[in-house]
């Protein structure tokens, strides 16, 4: 008789152990009780083919995971479990089971199993309250196939119910193929190759981790997504959704007290308003008025619930009945994304148009200012729209909220109805819920300024050029470094120079008046910062250089870092040599710092503080603090923690340098080396990448769409983007590409929603030098010694020698 071993893995407390118990002794265990490792044993028979089964439990809860895979020799069969109600218990199957019996036995079969199916639906019923949903079916089969499982099969080891089916599954292939059981030998090292193989693989799940969904965001995301896909495929098998009149809705709101609100505050609302303006996305704004009626009457009778709408013109639409068929609120707010979810499926009927005048015995009226932004693309589906509502009723004063809603194309619900399509929804969804989250996420900083008016914006500049002894410009005039190259090693051995690192941040010249301040863009645009008076009593008639950066110790904590000085309480010190500007960013941080250490109440919306700069000399000193963490490099010491790419090479005795600074220059690690081309998709979809070349003259074509390795994700962002439709095609999109020296290939980045003009051709052939040049930190840091270009030369050749090369 053939014996199959049977091992179940899967989180703690999904019903493994009862599983087994139910199977072999008939018998549901009446309370819980963890398992370290246990075996049980059974017969059974399929098509009057015998079999042994060897059944090993396993535990689920991380303190024995040193352990567990001391059972996973010669396995048949793994049992993958989760719980249906436990969605974390789904997530981890991909995340943590899946790679861990793929690393000890990669052609082991693995079943599926989702536990627990007698409490879906009580469980559909709770998750109005709770926001947690259950497992659908279909999540299921999806969750196989992308683990590569030979089956998904769902049981209940309280009612039975599919629980001898499990084990059927399990094992007709073993026992229909006659496939030979060969015994291996036991290693009497198996303890320790196997403790050593663990430990190897739980050092691959962390390097993964970090570098991929395992964040506590990407799994609320995932969560989020599966929820979401989860609620859609139970609605479309209870509703019909195969008419025009249906929408699929998301808005953004908080649930409290088992009631979702659908209300934003005003600086998320700001903050998404000026996301979504500077990322380019087609933007339509309209302006209605929304009369609500509890009843309506008309020719065909009485209606509920009915909203006719005024345009701005005064113009009337059809009365129309929305009633809403299935919604659901799912808790998904975390440290980034600040907001529940409504997901809602509803049904919009029109009535005949009006006869006559508009009745008066409406009983509210919403007056909405909207913005609709439209991503344009068959990858991204769906519209927001952000919309300023005032609220008046017959019985109560004025309300004014801000409101989020996601109305997603009518494609979106035929992809629910064919299961041929399931896969695209998913993983439409799960790149929804990363858009969402990336809208409040990325660039948070932007939501702590505001736009000024077009004549304050004009001021201001007036101000920059004046103090920059510069004409009528309308050009960012901040300082700008230019590539190192290896030629430029003798002038920084000659001269006196400080290093510093790279800021890998957000660049801004920070203008301070007696009346506020204002933040300069690249784009020469100025915002104003809320809550920062503070710095207009400290030190008035200011400006100065530096960048906003993200503190990666603490979660939404903003810091200035200054690096330079332009204007100090109405002193030009623009001529000034680099050491007399750093004493007075020096005074300004501690000037700062006494103030807020006087007056602990005060607020200020971010820290203040000045960039790092050391001697030339002191490179290796520098070096020790710019470490690399998971694929990113960060600058870090007691004051400071952000990321960096590089190393800047500053004059001592210069004054500040407007626009290229030729005696300032830039080393870049050279994955980060990048250079930006305007992209645009001409009428055969063809592309076309622009550098500048001189003034008022045409701009130079770089042919590298036969060499770009990722021309489709490419495409697909810019199609999304306003500034390329193809009645515009002529302005086309600023693109960040880098160039793969060992795949001899381009790679897309991203937009830059935050610039107009591509680069230089000049750094186009500068970027492509610097990169066949390949010059290191640890070139720099021998050169900065004083050595010669030869004697390095002459040491690599030593070294490769050495290492027999």
């Known amino acids: 008789m053939k014996t199959v071993k049977i091992v179940t893995v899967g989180d703690g407390n999904v019903g493994k152990t009862s599983l087994l118990m139910t199977y072999t002794n008939d018998t549901f265990p009446a309370e819980y009780v963890p398992t370290v490792f246990d075996n049980f044993t059974a017969y059974i028979n399929i098509d009057g083919n015998a079999a042994h089964l060897n059944l090993w439990d396993t535990a689920g809860q991380e303190e024995y995971d040193r352990l567990r895979a001391?059972?996973?020799?010669?396995?048949?069969?793994?049992?993958?479990?989760?719980?249906?109600?436990?969605?974390?218990?789904?997530?981890?199957?991909?995340?943590?089971?899946?790679?861990?019996?793929?690393?000890?036995?990669?052609?082991?079969?693995?079943?599926?199993?989702?536990?627990?199916?007698?409490?879906?639906?009580?469980?559909?019923?709770?998750?109005?309250?709770?926001?947690?949903?259950?497992?659908?079916?279909?999540?299921?089969?999806?969750?196989?196939?992308?683990?590569?499982?030979?089956?998904?099969?769902?049981?209940?080891?309280?009612?039975?119910?599919?629980?001898?089916?499990?084990?059927?599954?399990?094992?007709?292939?073993?026992?229909?193929?006659?496939?030979?059981?060969?015994?291996?030998?036991?290693?009497?090292?198996?303890?320790?190759?196997?403790?050593?193989?663990?430990?190897?693989?739980?050092?691959?799940?962390?390097?993964?981790?970090?570098?991929?969904?395992?964040?506590?965001?990407?799994?609320?995301?995932?969560?989020?997504?599966?929820?979401?896909?989860?609620?859609?495929?139970?609605?479309?098998?209870?509703?019909?959704?195969?008419?025009?009149?249906?929408?699929?809705?998301?808005?953004?709101?908080?649930?409290?007290?088992?009631?979702?609100?659908?209300?934003?505050?005003?600086?998320?609302?700001?903050?998404?308003?000026?996301?979504?303006?500077?990322?380019?996305?087609?933007?339509?704004?309209?302006?209605?008025?929304?009369?609500?009626?509890?009843?309506?009457?008309?020719?065909?009778?009485?209606?509920?619930?009915?909203?006719?709408?005024?345009?701005?013109?005064?113009?009337?639409?059809?009365?129309?009945?929305?009633?809403?068929?299935?919604?659901?609120?799912?808790?998904?707010?975390?440290?980034?994304?600040?907001?529940?979810?409504?997901?809602?499926?509803?049904?919009?009927?029109?009535?005949?148009?009006?006869?006559?005048?508009?009745?008066?015995?409406?009983?509210?009226?919403?007056?909405k200012e909207r913005k609709s932004y439209n991503y344009n693309t068959p990858h991204r589906p769906w519209d927001i729209d952000l919309t300023v509502v005032t609220e008046r009723s017959r019985t109560a004063s004025a309300r004014l909220t801000y409101e989020a809603e996601i109305e997603f194309h009518p494609v979106v619900l035929q992809w629910c109805r064919d299961p041929s399509k399931h896969d695209r929804l998913r993983n439409m969804l799960v790149d929804f819920y990363k858009n969402i989250w990336s809208l409040f996420g990325a660039s948070r900083e932007v939501s702590l300024f505001q736009k000024v008016s077009p004549d304050k914006n004009d001021q201001l500049q007036r101000m920059c050029n004046q103090a920059l002894h510069q004409n009528a410009r309308v050009d960012f005039p901040g300082s700008m470094p230019v590539n190192f190259r290896r030629k430029h090693f003798a002038e920084i051995q000659k001269k006196e120079y400080y290093v510093s690192e790279k800021t890998d941040g957000m660049r801004y010249l920070m203008v301070v008046t007696r009346e506020g301040v204002y933040m300069c863009t690249r784009r020469y645009e100025f915002q104003s910062v809320p809550g920062a008076s503070i710095l207009c009593h400290l030190f008035p008639d200011s400006i100065f250089d530096g960048e906003m950066v993200k503190y990666e110790r603490e979660k939404d904590r903003q810091m200035y870092l200054l690096f330079d000085v332009i204007l100090y309480e109405g002193d030009n010190v623009s001529q000034k040599f680099v050491p007399d500007r750093l004493a007075m960013i020096g005074a300004a941080v501690g000037k700062w710092r006494y103030h807020m250490g006087k007056n602990p109440t005060d607020k200020f919306p971010f820290e203040f503080t000045g960039k790092v700069f050391k001697d030339k000399s002191e490179i290796r000193d520098l070096l020790k603090l710019m470490r690399e963490h998971n694929g990113e490099r960060f600058f870090?010491?007691?004051?400071?923690?952000?990321?960096?790419?590089?190393?800047?090479?500053?004059?001592?005795?210069?004054?500040?340098?407007?626009?290229?600074?030729?005696?300032?220059?830039?080393?870049?690690?050279?994955?980060?080396?990048?250079?930006?081309?305007?992209?645009?998709?001409?009428?055969?979809?063809?592309?076309?990448?622009?550098?500048?070349?001189?003034?008022?003259?045409?701009?130079?074509?770089?042919?590298?769409?036969?060499?770009?390795?990722?021309?489709?994700?490419?495409?697909?962002?810019?199609?999304?983007?306003?500034?390329?439709?193809?009645?515009?095609?002529?302005?086309?999109?600023?693109?960040?590409?880098?160039?793969?020296?060992?795949?001899?290939?381009?790679?897309?980045?991203?937009?830059?929603?935050?610039?107009?003009?591509?680069?230089?051709?000049?750094?186009?052939?500068?970027?492509?030098?610097?990169?066949?040049?390949?010059?290191?930190?640890?070139?720099?840091?021998f050169r900065m010694s004083g050595k010669s270009n030869e004697e390095w030369k002459s040491r690599t050749e030593e070294h490769l020698k050495g290492n027999g090369r």
């Not at 292939?173 to 190897?200: A, H, W, Y």
């Not at 626009?659 to 990048?674: C, E, G, N, Q, V």
């Open 70 to 367: 001391l059972s996973y020799p010669q396995t048949d069969v793994f049992l993958l479990c989760f719980s249906i109600i436990c969605p974390v218990s789904f997530k981890n199957v991909s995340q943590k089971w899946a790679p861990e019996i793929r690393h000890f036995c990669p052609a082991a079969n693995i079943v599926l199993v989702g536990t627990k199916s007698d409490a879906r639906e009580e469980h559909k019923q709770r998750a109005r309250y709770t926001g947690i949903h259950p497992i659908a079916c279909e999540a299921g089969v999806y969750k196989a196939r992308e683990i590569g499982a030979r089956k998904y099969i769902e049981c209940s080891a309280l009612t039975r119910k599919g629980l001898r089916g499990v084990f059927t599954e399990a094992v007709r292939p073993l026992l229909v193929s006659g496939t030979p059981q060969v015994k291996k030998k036991k290693d009497p090292n198996c303890i320790i190759s196997v403790t050593r193989e663990m430990q190897d693989t739980r050092r691959e799940q962390a390097e993964h981790a970090s570098a991929s969904q395992t964040t506590i965001t990407g799994q609320m995301q995932m969560m989020a997504a599966d929820s979401m896909f989860s609620f859609l495929l139970q609605v479309c098998r209870e509703t019909d959704l195969n008419r025009d009149d249906i929408e699929l809705e998301v808005r953004l709101g908080f649930v409290q007290d088992f009631v979702f609100s659908s209300e934003l505050n005003k600086a998320d609302f700001d903050h998404l308003i000026n996301k979504l303006d500077n990322s380019g996305i087609g933007c339509r704004f309209s302006r209605h008025n929304d009369f609500h009626f509890p009843t309506y009457q008309d020719q065909d009778g009485t209606h509920k619930r009915v909203r006719i709408r005024r345009d701005d013109r005064d113009r009337y639409e059809r009365p129309e009945v929305k009633t809403s068929l299935k919604k659901e609120d799912f808790r998904v707010r975390d440290s980034i994304m600040p907001y529940d979810v409504r997901v809602s499926i509803a049904q919009e009927k029109k009535l005949r148009a009006l006869d006559g005048n508009m009745p008066d015995d409406w009983s509210k009226v919403r007056q």
């Open 636 to 781: 870090e010491d007691r004051s400071r923690h952000h990321k960096t790419d590089g190393l800047v090479f500053t004059c001592r005795n210069e004054p500040y340098l407007i626009r290229s600074a030729h005696s300032m220059y830039k080393w870049k690690y050279s994955d980060k080396l990048s250079v930006d081309f305007r992209v645009v998709i001409e009428r055969d979809n063809r592309l076309k990448f622009y550098v500048t070349s001189r003034r008022d003259s045409p701009e130079v074509e770089y042919n590298i769409e036969p060499k770009l390795s990722n021309r489709d994700e490419l495409v697909r962002d810019i199609q999304s983007h306003e500034r390329t439709r193809r009645e515009q095609r002529d302005y086309g999109t600023i693109a960040e590409l880098k160039y793969d020296p060992w795949e001899s290939s381009w790679v897309y980045c991203n937009l830059r929603g935050d610039k107009t003009t591509p680069n230089h051709i000049s750094i186009l052939l500068d970027t492509l030098e610097v990169l066949s040049e390949n010059v290191t930190t640890n070139e720099i840091t």
